[in-house]
């Protein structure tokens, strides 16, 4: 094993993050194609399905910032790593115990369990963006961090697209326990190839910056970190306005293929293929969201419009998309507005963890994890309280609310100053 040091094996590392991070989803999201049938199987409504959605969403959310703070401890490398083998083992188990009740389990069994193996999932899958992030910023320089990370967060969009097809090519002919067996291979490889690499060190400009100007965060204690970037107005703001983007994009992640299957009454094969558009679209717009960030800040824009113009668009077009998809009656104009909005709603994600990296420095990894402990607390509560709304009010106003909720994230960041709270990291 040699250690990376050019500027090519940089980005090879950045690359395998992204790989990482994409295995990673198809465990995260792999129930959530296979619900209808386990839905169809046990008898379960669409709020016990939402329970189990959220069960993983718990333990994300309450080890996320754990997480973060053991990726700054042990590095991107030894935490991916050791994680990977993790996210197999689990999302066998969630095949493997079920099918032990022989077919014969009761409703509330089924639910116990999937809930129970959701949350720890959920728990070992809450430090993988942290980790990937104090990676970036680790290894990349700051001017290219937007392109970096929305390589990264790309995975949200790649895992995405590939699951549907994937696992539904799988649980057609051979059962939804096969296809959740199957979505853990990539996890697999991926853990065997971390096996393989060494962490590399810090970029030569950030060397440079830390010989010059020592990071304050080495020498803070875990609370004392946190304290400081809670009193930084620009990062409470920005982790308002990400929890707001959680709650409207989780939807998507979660309910998007049902609600092709149940609401648009579309079949099986046809809401495979339609779910998979909005993850292709948003594996295109994710990085080029942070291209383009990136190029705004370089160009006449500077740091801060150069960082709050794509979140603004971005979020604020989500929420009209969503509201034109919510009111149509037709269904294909549904099911392509929604899949609009869901790219754009996932085209800020480069800014959001750029801003996050320059605010918390060499503590990347908790600066994140707290950002998306909010992201992921705004994703706690939709995949529940949106087919509550919908079996109470609709499904129409359910979605008008995830519109409205996409416009305030985006008007949020007219008071985010990524200048002002990169000084105040420094």
């Known amino acids: 094993m040699t250690e990376p040091t050019t500027g090519h094996a940089r980005w090879g ?6 790989a990482t991070a ?21 008898g379960l409504t669409q709020v016990q399905m939402g329970r189990v959605f959220s069960a993983f969403l718990l333990g994300y959310t309450l080890f996320m910032l754990p997480g973060g703070l053991l990726a700054d401890t042990w590095g991107a490398r030894r935490t991916l790593a050791v994680l990977a083998w993790g996210w197999v083992a689990v999302t066998v188990l969630q095949a493997g115990v079920v099918s032990g009740t022989g077919g ?54 790649l895992g995405s ?39 590399p060190g810090p970029s030569p400009a950030r060397i440079a910056r830390e010989v010059i100007r ?3 965060a080495e020498h803070e204690s875990h609370a004392q970190v946190v304290t400081r970037l809670l009193r ?20 998507f992640i979660f309910w998007f293929y049902l609600y092709l299957v149940q609401v648009r009454h579309f079949t099986l094969v046809q809401s495979a293929a339609i779910s998979s558009l909005p993850w292709v679209l948003s594996t295109v717009s994710i990085p080029l969201g942070g291209v383009i960030s990136d190029r705004l800040v370089r160009g006449r824009l500077g740091l801060i419009w150069g960082r709050r113009l794509v979140p603004i668009v971005g979020m604020g ?57 909010g992201c992921n607390l705004g994703g706690l509560i939709s995949p529940m309280l949106t087919p509550i709304l919908g079996e109470i009010f609709g499904w129409e106003p359910a979605l008008h609310v995830a519109a409205g909720l996409s416009v305030l994230a985006a008007v949020a960041w007219f008071w985010i100053s990524p200048a002002d709270a990169a000084s105040s990291a420094r």
Do not use: D
């Open 232 to 251: 930084v107005p620009g990062f409470v703001l920005l982790t308002l306005s990400y929890t707001l983007q959680g709650y409207v994009g989780y939807i």
């Open 214 to 216: 020592p990071a304050r």
């Open 161 to 199: 697209a590939i699951a549907p097809p994937f696992i539904t090519a799988v649980m057609v002919p051979w059962g939804w326990r096969t296809a959740m067996v199957a979505s853990a291979l990539p996890a697999f490889l991926i853990a065997i190839v971390w096996l393989f690499v060494r962490e």
């Open 22 to 42: 994409t295995a990673a989803y198809l465990c995260r999201v792999n129930i959530s194609v296979a619900g209808a049938l386990v839905m169809q199987e046990y």
């Open 317 to 373: 077009g989500a929420g009209v998309f969503i509201s034109i998809g919510a009111h149509t009656t037709s269904a294909w104009v549904a099911a392509l507005s929604l899949a609009v909005a869901t790219a754009l709603v996932l085209s800020v994600e480069g800014p959001f963890w750029s801003t996050v990296a320059g605010i918390a420095g060499s503590r990347s990894g908790t600066g994140g994890a707290i950002m998306n402990t």
């Open 13 to 18: 590392m950045v690359l395998l993050l992204a």
């Open 104 to 157: 014969g389990g009761s409703a509330l069994t089924v639910l116990a369990m999937l809930m129970g193996l959701r949350f720890v999932m959920g728990v070992l899958a809450s430090p993988t963006y942290p980790a990937a992030v104090q990676g970036v910023a680790r290894w990349v320089p700051a001017s290219a961090h937007g392109l970096a990370n929305g390589l990264v967060i790309g995975s949200v969009g």
